[in-house]
């Protein structure tokens, strides 16, 4: 059967690991930071998680430029959001927002997998979108060609209702099993933390002293 998403160059598809979990204090995003052009690495040290607002982040797999397009559209609403209503915007409302915007490019798809999560009034959430605007909400979940490696770290470690600082050692143990073992994944990695307290991103120092002591 015919799908939009057969226009879609099959090496265009390569590439990326982004992992999200949701625990019980707060969500966990990681990605590598390796872009390619098929077997050609582009960049490596590619930013591909966002801040969207205080209590929201956003991870993306796909193109570049649909990616960061549907960033930027997601950030102005959330802003407009927040300043019309007084209150940030509902994760889930973001999810849908952004789902919309794929849906309503179907017939040439945006090449996009993106992860939309943080905390609201409901508590930690995490949603994962496909290319056609597919939402499905998750706890623990990956993207990009590492994915199927981080998820043999993810399934076997993970445990819901774990803490952010007990997680975050798993999710670095998952994106340096991809980054290992998936050409399209590398060079270095990035996690975020969304919290009670906001959203900050780790510094290069928390990174290097979680290596060392998972070493």
Excluded: W
Aim: charged share 25%.
């Amino acid at each position: 059967m015919y799908s939009p998403l057969d226009k879609i160059p099959k090496d265009v598809l390569k590439g990326t690991t982004t992992i999200g979990i949701v625990c019980n204090d707060g969500v966990v995003f990681a990605t590598d930071t390796r872009a390619t052009m098929g077997y050609f690495i582009a960049h490596k040290h590619a930013k591909k998680i966002y801040q969207i607002d205080d209590h929201m982040a956003m991870t993306i797999a796909g193109a570049v430029g649909d990616a960061q397009n549907v960033v930027e559209i997601l950030k102005a609403n959330a802003q407009l959001y927040r300043y019309e209503r007084g209150k940030p915007m509902a994760v889930s409302a973001a999810a849908r927002l952004v789902g919309n915007v794929l849906f309503s490019a179907r017939v040439a798809p945006l090449i996009l997998q993106a992860l939309i999560g943080g905390m609201d009034e409901s508590g930690g959430r995490i949603y994962a979108l496909d290319p056609l605007g597919s939402i499905t909400e998750e706890k623990c979940v990956s993207t990009g060609s590492g994915s199927p490696i981080a998820y043999g770290v993810l399934e076997s470690q993970f445990k819901e209702g774990m803490t952010v600082k007990d997680t975050v050692p798993i999710v670095i143990k998952a994106i340096g099993s991809a980054m290992k073992r998936d050409a399209g994944s590398g060079d270095s990695f990035d996690v975020a933390l969304v919290t009670s307290k906001g959203y900050r991103e780790m510094t290069e120092e928390e990174k290097k002293a979680l290596l060392a002591n998972k070493a």
